[in-house]
């Protein structure tokens, strides 16, 4: 059971829109940055959004990142196979004093 | 362009201490960022392990603190994990990250660069 709270899957067509939500707490999502990672196939996590909606050089802004309160939420425009994969939120828990992660979403473009 | 690279023996008893080290390249390690571990069992979510400051400073997770030391090695460009009385439960790729905190040598707050992983094994 992870402390953030995504879908297990989410599914577009290509071209399309997709949004993936993470739930959390005021002792996470609410008072603290988030970020999310995209894990391709065979890979290793990248990261695509920090401190909740930015991006780092090199991802394309078809990626978007939101917050309010405890949720947040990653937004995908231009759905293309090359996005299906599993994406991750995550952030610090001031009350457990660790990074969580949240179960993870995958994306599926069909 | 940072690069890290994990390396260490795929597979360690029960009971036994599991030993990696991640390799710095193309940025110093005694810059402003952390450096931290992220293991995936197989087919599962991400679980975060700890990270350690230049400076040695340490955040580990509490779930896996008794078992954990992540130190740095700034003359060789590393750093390292130990984790110690492993068990199944401990299978997993195991990655290294650049960690950004909050401050300096402060909370996690994000991982920008990860190494491609290394699959641990524990079995007699």
């Known amino acids: 059971q992870s402390v953030l709270t995504q879908p297990p899957s989410v599914s577009a067509a290509p071209g399309q829109k997709v949004t993936i939500s993470c739930s959390g707490s005021s002792a996470n999502i609410e008072n603290n940055y988030l970020s999310w990672y995209q894990q391709l196939p065979g890979t290793a996590p990248k990261l695509l959004i920090y401190?909740?909606?930015k991006r780092p050089s090199g991802i394309p802004d078809r990626f978007s990142g939101s917050k309010s309160g405890t949720s947040a939420t990653l937004g995908i425009t231009g759905l293309q196979t090359g996005d299906e994969a599993d994406y991750y939120c995550g952030t610090w828990d001031s009350s457990l004093s660790a990074v969580v992660f949240g179960g993870g979403t995958k994306l599926t473009v069909l | 362009q940072v690069q890290l690279q994990e390396s260490g023996p795929g597979l360690v008893k029960p009971s036994e201490t599991l030993s990696l080290t991640c390799v710095v390249s193309?940025?110093?390690?005694?810059?402003?960022?952390?450096w931290g571990w992220i293991r995936q069992p197989p087919g599962k979510g991400l679980e975060w392990i700890g990270s350690v400051y230049h400076s040695g400073s340490t955040y580990y997770n509490p779930s896996l603190k008794s078992r954990v030391t992540i130190s740095v090695d700034r003359s060789k460009y590393q750093f390292s994990l130990k984790l110690t009385s492993v068990t199944a439960a401990d299978t997993a790729v195991y990655y290294c990250?650049?960690?950004?905190?909050?401050?300096?040598?402060?909370?996690?707050?994000?991982?920008?660069?990860w190494g491609q992983g290394t699959l641990v094994t524990v079995s007699s």
């Open positions: 401190d909740n909606n």
């Open positions: 990250a650049r960690v950004r905190g909050y401050y300096g040598s402060g909370p996690p707050d994000y991982f920008d660069f």
């Open positions: 193309d940025y110093s390690i005694s810059n402003d960022y952390s």
